[in-house]
């Protein structure tokens, strides 16, 4: 997995004052994912952790979790970077996954590299990043995972779901929004 922070100004940050992390996962051979996490800013909780982890899937496809689901629903700042009221990180940990390869931020590196066109591949591609993904955050493979797909997102949501539940022993809630 590679992080990388070239996507906002040198130094920054990120958005706002909220911690969050982003970065790619290399999912298949010059394929790469792109995820934003935001960490809940739940007071209630010690530490993060003790917070169930939500993945946020965006419709289309084509729309970019990172983008639309973040600033225009549910993300802590509106897409006028001002902060909004009610936003799922009060009280979860919100990771914002652009998929499939090609939408958003996520990208192929070579011009011939595959680009997927059934759920179930797509639903593969999703196991891979999450699994990448915990490698480098155990701590949320000990938290309960909620997977939310809006319109076609929730297509991905569902096999996503359906392929994890397969190969992992993870505390799965899937929750589909359509």
């Given at each position: 997995m590679t992080a990388?922070?070239?996507?906002?100004?040198?130094?920054?940050?990120?958005?706002?004052?909220?911690?969050?992390?982003?970065?790619y996962v290399d999912v298949r051979?010059?394929?790469?994912?792109?995820?934003?996490?935001?960490?809940?800013?739940?007071?209630t909780v010690s530490h993060y952790s003790e917070r169930p982890l939500i993945i946020w899937l965006q419709g289309g496809p084509g729309m970019a979790a990172s983008g639309y689901g973040n600033f225009l629903e549910i993300g802590p700042y509106n897409l006028h970077m001002k902060p909004r009221r009610h936003t799922w990180i009060k009280d979860y940990n919100v990771l914002f996954v652009d998929s499939p390869i090609g939408t958003g931020f996520s990208y192929f590196s070579e011009k011939n590299a595959t680009l997927l066109t059934s759920t179930e591949d797509i639903g593969g591609d999703l196991v891979t990043f999450l699994r990448k993904f915990l490698q480098n955050r155990k701590v949320f493979a000990r938290t309960p995972l909620?997977?939310?797909?809006e319109s076609y997102g929730g297509k991905m949501a569902a096999e996503f779901a359906y392929q994890l539940e397969k190969v992992c022993t993870y505390s799965i809630q899937t929750i589909v929004l359509v």
């Open positions: 990388h922070s070239y996507c906002f100004p040198a130094g920054g940050e990120g958005v706002g004052d909220v911690r969050q992390d982003w970065g051979a010059n394929a790469h994912m792109f995820w934003w996490l935001y960490y809940t800013t739940a007071t909620y997977i939310f797909g």
